[in-house]
T-cell receptor, first 113, second 111 residues
Framework: NAGVTQTPKFQVLKTGQSMTLQCAQD?????MYWYRQDPGMGLRLIYY???????DKGEVPNGYNVSRLNKREFSLRLESAAPSQTSVYFC????????????FGNGTRLTVT | DAKTTQPNSMESNEEEPVHLPCNHS???????IHWYRQLPSQGPEYVIH???SNVNNRMASLAIAEDRKSSTLILHRATLRDAAVYYC????????????FGTGTRLQVFP
């Protein structure tokens, strides 16, 4: 049982380049989330999706787009990367019914130079 | 919007109990209180969650105030491996699935 899988684990981009972070969960969860964590800081919510076909902004959505491709997958896209987006990105999922706990992926460490 | 308030940091000695407080005075009646922790250089991990009654699991206990406006995560015997940032979170509002983490409490454990 893989849980929440994020790819890639590491990525280095130049300013202005684009990329998509992938996240997939195999627990049939309704809700999925993208957080970022800058060095020494807490987690900040970028976007979340309460169900397939819906997405909502979190605390820091600027510079990002998301796509809930199906129930399993929730991708995060950086159209034009900036050094301020250097961070560790965590994807998480949970079952909404019963206000269940979050399950986290192992994170993607992104550096933008 | 529901928000949580935690102390920035706490200290404990090894093998002593630790009580980590969280205030959530605007919690709605149907929201669970969740606790997560993040060990150094790792992703967050689930610790415990509860609605009204006190909860126990192999990692910790959660004591919830009768009015649900505060809760306390209890580590019965702290170990060096419990040194982490502990986050208390709940949904921003009862009609949303938005989960905001905040800054958490950094727990230091001394031998």
């Amino acid at each position: 049982n893989a849980g929440v899988t994020q790819t890639p684990k590491f990525q280095v981009l130049k300013t202005g380049q684009s990329m998509t972070l992938q996240c997939a969960q195999d627990m049939n969860h309704n809700s999925m989330y993208w957080y970022r964590q800058d060095p020494g800081m807490g987690l900040r919510l970028i976007y979340y999706s309460a169900s397939e076909g819906t997405t909502d902004k979190g605390e820091v959505p600027n510079g990002y787009n998301v796509s809930r491709l199906n129930k399993r997958e929730f991708s995060l896209r950086l159209e034009s990367a900036a050094p301020s987006q250097t961070s560790v990105y965590f994807c998480a999922s949970r079952e909404t019914i019963g206000d269940s706990p979050l399950h986290f992926g192992n994170g993607t460490r992104l550096t933008v130079t | 919007d529901a928000k949580t308030t935690q102390p920035n940091s706490m200290e404990s000695n090894e093998e002593e109990p630790v009580h980590l407080p969280c205030n959530h005075s605007t919690i709605s009646g149907t929201d669970y209180i969740h606790w997560y922790r993040q060990l150094p250089s790792q992703g967050p991990e689930y610790v415990i969650h509860g609605l009204t009654s006190n909860v126990n699991n192999r990692m910790a206990s959660l004591a919830i105030a009768e009015d649900r406006k505060s809760s306390t995560l209890i580590l019965h015997r702290a170990t060096l491996r419990d040194a982490a940032v502990y986050y208390c979170i709940l949904r921003e509002a009862s009609n949303t699935d938005k989960l905001i983490f905040g800054t958490g409490t950094r727990l230091q454990v001394f031998p």
